[in-house]
């Protein structure tokens, strides 16, 4: 389910910042770091990505794979790690398919981005969480918690915004852990080999710290604030837009709290029925530190201008959420299904109507959230439902190679580019005299047509709301008017208009020849071809 979900994404063109990673990864292995530095990343991810570029190639299926197989293993990991911990297939399941059907986890699932493995961090280190509160044996258990400082530190370093979500999580983790241990553990004493766990957990917190607060994460995130044009926050009332809450929490919630419910007032005269008020406690734990995770973003958007109000930024607790959503479910089922449903004189007769009972209402609150986000209608218009980024590069370089002279590629034609990228906005100011763009900013801000969507023609930075100094010096550096100007941008169609009118008055001034526009994409990725006539 969760790789059918995002398999008919997978070929859409890539939008900007898929382009980014893609060009992280197609560069030399010695530029890795540098260039996902310079678009604000940490290195981690693109080290992986260019070992799985090289292997399996650099088409659009080819490179969103590397996520959706994060994916499909963070299902698999939520439903392995609810299913043992609530002793239920059914809501092992409801956990996996919601993390399916979301349609935040499936764009983010399916894009060329470190979130979903986040997500698939955040997977494992629930699953080593609530194997470790399980484990009697005292070895094993402190490898699980060896995994689960390993998984939280990987998503911190994958990207930092996980820290919000993660730290809280691996705080209230160690704390359950030490008031749930209340077995006896197998080994009255600790040992070498005991303490191994513990020192390797040590090794990577260190190694992570250094990395986190090395040169790298300093240059990467020196230029945040960059970004408030589009990750700010301004009211409370947006932290009830951070999810979707209605479908995948509140329904499940009151459900469960119903069936519960009932289970609880048939067996309340059995103890053996009941499920006690601290497995409920643990099993809120993961939603707590979600809601404390995400409540901390917003207050640093809102109160404190960081830019970090996205979606994409709290990722790490999507599977969170889903784990205690199914969780408390499941122990709603296993109330009313041990005192309402089951007789254990007839064993095989209650097993199907237990199978019935969870398959209706797992099957009910899928099929509901389905509908209340939008996928059913889709389903029901005849196709399946897609999560589009809608930024068509891809076609807009193949109509720059269809209008190439296949004998002279290139021949006096020239690109201009405006990816969009908020790094070009210092050339909204005056250029100052005798003053250059940093090659690797320039070559930067040409990564939408120097990665895997690659042109022949020579290739200019420009800004569609550029000062016009700028504009003039770019001009005035070509040794002879070009014959062909592919204007390529990221922007509205008014602003590209604006800009083409500029450009016309500049080159009737400087030539007598006359321009005429040809407008070949006209949303989202605007191509406009100049010819001088």
Known sequence: MTLCFRWASCGESLWVDELHSAWVAVGPLSEVTARAAIGNQQPSYFLGLWAWLHVFGESEIALRLSSVLASVLTSVLLAISVARTTRSFATGLLAGSFLAIDKDAIFFGCELRPYAWVMLCAAVALLCWSSGLQ??????????????????CAAVLLHPTSLPVMGPFFILSLISGRLAATHPASEAQATAASRLPLICALAVL????????????????????????????????????AWHWQSMVVTPAVISLLVGAIGWRLGARSSAHRVSWQTLLVSLLPLVSAAIGITAILIAAKDYGVPLWQKRYFVAAFPLIIWTTAALFGWAIKLIATVAVFDPHQAKRSAWRLGLLSAVLVGGLCGKTLVDQGLMAQIRQGYWPQQRRGEPWRQAVSIIDEHAPPAQPGSGSVIWIDGGLIESQFMREPQSQNSSMPQALEQYLKLPVTGIYRVQEPIEVFNVYEHESWLKSRWNRQESPPKRIWLLARCSVDGVQQYVDKLKRLALSQTPREMLSTWHQDKRVILVELTFQ
């Open 135 to 152: 484990c009697r044996c005292r070895a094993a258990r402190q490898w699980w918690w060896f995994g689960l400082v390993s998984s939280v």
């Open 206 to 241: 260190v190694a992570s710290v250094v990395c986190f607060g090395g040169a790298t994460m300093q240059q990467a995130w020196s230029h945040r604030q960059r970004w408030s044009g589009f990750a700010s926050a301004d009211s409370w009332s947006q932290w009830l837009q």
